[in-house]
């Protein structure tokens, strides 16, 4: 199977720090790959770079193998396919659930296109179908801001998936959640991969052990290795740099 994304020699530098240092990483579609690695490794940089935020000053992004993003603007990414969650929620706290994913609609298609035609049983189908997915039917007329704290988070990615996604990118996406949370998220993020790839930096390694295939750990700006999670517990060097730091979370 092809690459859906593909970093080759990907680098960046802030006023001459070089916080990726020539990161080659693949992602195959419909892949849950998590990227893990000690603070300052260069995962969120390398987030960021993906979804057009910060541009590497060298290197490749390569979209379906033939489109290099990496010079692209964040809206152009998006329109791609490329969406990213970030940690904190940026739903619209006094709309109710199903109006936060009726806007992610609009945003899809242009507001003003939006605004005229009305919604089609089409739409409603797939905001319903959504709204089972995120497991937020009988929240869909309360406000979003009224919601729990891993509920915000699943209407968020929620919001992003309304876009139809190839990639997913995913910053710590379950900081601050309890037990059962963190477990519907794990659960979530499978169901997820079914239609498109998802990226995430995780620190929580439980959490990487119970739901991770392959695993990326990035060091210093570098990928260190990758692997199945019981494959990269045996590398000395992560052990060295990472896990070593982190034993008892491990
Ligand atoms: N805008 C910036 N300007 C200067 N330095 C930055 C900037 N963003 C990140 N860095 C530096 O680049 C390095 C990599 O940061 P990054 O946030 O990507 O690491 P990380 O692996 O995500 O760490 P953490 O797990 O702590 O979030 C760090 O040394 C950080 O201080």
Redo the contacts with the bound molecule.
Sequence with gaps: MQPILSCRDVR?S??G?Q??QGVNLDVLPQEVRF?I????????????VVCGK?KASDGEVLYRQTENIRKLQEHEIVHLGITRKFQAPSIFANLTVWENLELSLKQKRGLWSVMRAKMTGEDKGKMEAMLLRIGLMEQRHNLAGMLAHGQKQWLEIGMQLMQNPEILLL??PIAGMSETERHKTGELIHEISETCSVLI?E?DMEFVRNFSKQVTV?HE?KVLCEGTMSEIQQNEQVAEVYLGRRESAC
């Design positions: 960046v802030f006023n720090f916080a990726l990227l690695g000690p603070n300052g490794a260069g995962k969120t940089t390398l987030l960021d910060t910053d710590e930096v620190h990035m700006g």
